[in-house]
């Protein structure tokens, strides 16, 4: 049986480890209302330029809309993997899926013929690749809170390369944002863009048999999409960033949560314990003793 010093050694060390836990748990809530709020806050602003876009395409006709560079569809050899995932560690299963997603898209990519190249942004998911002998193309780790200048020069570095005929296809890998509890591994078609738009529910169409979206512009469509275009790359890089920080602070909370209750459960066998071998101590020392006076008696 262990040594009450060593059982009480293990008890201030376990609390320690709770104290540190719980008090992580607290910054990751507070962390993950913020990142909720940011992701609200963007929400509203994604979805209309994706419906303005879908609708500027749309209305440009097939051969305008075949001749922008960020919509051009050509066979595909080389497609870009961008994998998202946290400069920092104990957020439970939030690294390790994406970093198992990541696996089976490269090999699935690879069975079918294509080259597969890879950009991270985050630590864990550089450091991944690497130790499974994959070079990262692009290695944006250590930024951070997601800002939108990062995924700006993200998104014209993507754009660049997809233009110049670096890469046909680029692809971003995240864990979007359910609940604190429930995150889910995410592809994010993200180059070419797609602009067909979804059929609209026929509850919803108006008599005339007119797209809702129908706008005015000035100037050109061709030059609205010159602008539109690369900002919806950037919106989008920006939501995959935030919904990848909001499902990590919410990993790392509900993580940082079972911990400290699994520490409380830990002090309380620890406890018992001691006590138990504190009255075996005190048991032992009695009949000590008692079989001392009795030697006396004889």
Request: hydrophobic share 45%; aromatic share 4%.
């Amino acid at each position: 049986m262990p040594s009450l010093k060593s059982i009480r050694r293990r008890i201030t060390s376990v609390k320690s480890t709770q104290k540190i836990t719980r008090a992580m748990k607290m910054v990751a809530a507070a962390r993950l209302n913020r990142a909720q709020l940011r992701i609200k806050a963007l929400r509203p602003y994604a979805v209309k330029t994706a419906e303005v876009l879908r609708s500027l395409a749309g209305r440009a006709g097939g051969d305008e809309e075949g001749a922008h560079q960020l919509l051009a569809q050509r066979p595909v050899k080389r497609v870009l993997l961008l994998v998202l995932t946290s400069d920092r560690g104990l957020a439970g299963a939030f690294n390790s899926s994406i970093q198992r997603a990541a696996e089976r898209k490269i090999a699935e990519l690879r069975g079918e013929g294509f080259e597969v190249l890879l950009g991270a942004i985050g630590r864990k998911g550089r450091d991944y690749l690497k130790r499974r002998g994959l070079d990262a193309r692009h290695d944006w780790s250590g930024m951070g809170e997601p800002t939108p200048e990062l995924a700006a020069e993200i998104a014209r570095t993507l754009s660049r390369e997809f233009v110049e005929g670096e890469v046909d296809r680029v692809i971003v890998l995240f864990n979007e944002f359910k609940s604190a509890m429930t995150q889910k591994v995410t592809f994010l078609p993200l180059l070419p863009i797609e602009t067909a738009a979804e059929p609209a529910p026929a509850a919803s169409a108006p008599a005339s048999g007119k797209n809702m979206s129908d706008y005015i512009y000035e100037p050109s469509q061709a030059a609205l999409l010159d602008r539109l275009l690369p900002m919806y790359v950037e919106v989008s890089v920006f939501r995959a960033m935030l919904d990848s920080s909001a499902s990590e602070h919410g990993a790392r909370m509900t993580a940082m949560d079972s911990a400290t209750n699994n520490a409380k459960k830990m002090i309380g066998a620890l406890t018992l314990e001691y006590n138990r071998a504190r009255q075996a101590a005190i048991t032992k020392e009695l009949m000590e003793i008692i079989g001392g006076a009795e030697a006396i008696k004889d």
